[in-house]
């Protein structure tokens, strides 16, 4: 049995080094267990996240063991009554040529539905992050723009088409000029960007003349710091990746959006305007609350309006104690 295991753990870039291929007896399946043969091993961003020691959403790989990962196999022994040999499963074999599995989390595949290889892409995990995403989060409308990050790769260039069958037009950002004619002959994209050679915010003026809709992140880092001046009212953003920080040595300027990614948290623009519709319902709970000491308030009055700049610079500056009011005249 040949492994893949992690050696150490990368600091930035990941090197050879940080791995090591070692050969091992290949195991026997014990009761109610199989032993496949890896045929397929999907390379997944995450991995960097799992070879790293820091807490991500799921458990690091420990030094010294297979790093982990999707694989496509072949049952080539069982014990188990839900597996025959010769069955195609999609497994977690990770980086090893053989494993033993009790079968659980395996699913089976018919290798005459589709190419056995698209489990681990389009028909797969990125697939899915791809549709669902973009359809429940993104929302594309018809005729709305969405931008798509990492647009060639697994997950972008479907989101990217699925966005193109649902009616949007769509701008796609890659790293090269090979990556971008792909993506706009063969896949349909609306327009391309390299960002390695095209300045990022006139590029996607030009590709969006109407403003963003939906941005695709795949990335995060300058990117998302772009679109992010180029959104329209009422924009959605999934974020699904931040594939420009994972081999970050120190932490990136700005916010670190892993935690909202980890916990699906929502970050939604918020402008009281929006929100008139429910001035009655306010006005009565409110009212209530203070009726009966469930809330509390606190005035910092300041007297006369000559005193309002000074009052208002303190403000900015966090003088004030609670809300800050001028009494201009007497009531
Ligand atoms: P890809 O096939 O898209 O491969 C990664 C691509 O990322 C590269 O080809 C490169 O494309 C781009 N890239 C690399 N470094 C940078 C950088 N510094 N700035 C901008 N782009 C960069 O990978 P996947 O489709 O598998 O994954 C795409 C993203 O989706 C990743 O961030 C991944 O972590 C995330 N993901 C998230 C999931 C979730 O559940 N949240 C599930 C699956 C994936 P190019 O040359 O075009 O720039």
Sequence with gaps: N??????????????????ALVE????????????????????????????SAGKSYA?????????????????IKSNHPQFQVGDFVLSNNGWQTYAVSKGETLRKLDPTQA????????????????????????????GETVVVSAASGAVGAVAGQIAKIKGARVVGIVG??????????ELGFDVGINRKTQELDSALKEAAPNGIDVYYDNTAGV???????????????????????????????????????????????????DYQHRFNDFLRDVSGWL????????????????????AFIGLLRGDNFGKLIVKVNDD
């Design 176 to 185: 090269s000029d090979d990556k971008r004619d792909y993506i706009v002959k």
């Design 115 to 142: 190419p056995l290889s698209y489990s681990l892409g389009v028909l797969g995990m990125p697939g899915l992050t791809a549709y669902a995403a973009l359809l429940d989060i993104g929302q594309p409308k018809e």
């Design 291 to 310: 009726q009966s000491g469930q809330l509390k308030y606190k005035e910092d009055v300041v007297v006369g309006l000559e005193n309002a700049p000074s």
């Design 59 to 75: 458990a690091s790989v420990e030094l010294d063991s297979v790093i982990v990962g999707g694989t496509v196999s072949q049952v």
């Design 2 to 19: 040949k492994q893949v295991i992690l050696k150490s753990r990368p600091v930035g870039e990941p090197k050879e080094s940080d791995f």
């Design 223 to 273: 990117i998302l710091e772009t679109v992010l001046q180029q959104i329209n009212l009422g924009a959605r953003i999934p974020l699904v990746g931040l594939i420009s920080e994972y081999n970050a040595t120190s932490t990136p300027s700005g916010p670190n959006l892993m935690p909202l990614l980890i916990k699906r948290a929502l970050i939604k623009g918020f402008l009281v305007s």
């Design 24 to 51: 091992t007896p290949t195991p026997e399946p014990g009761e109610g267990e199989i032993l496949s043969r890896t045929i397929y091993l999907s390379l997944d961003p995450y991995m960097r996240g799992r070879i």
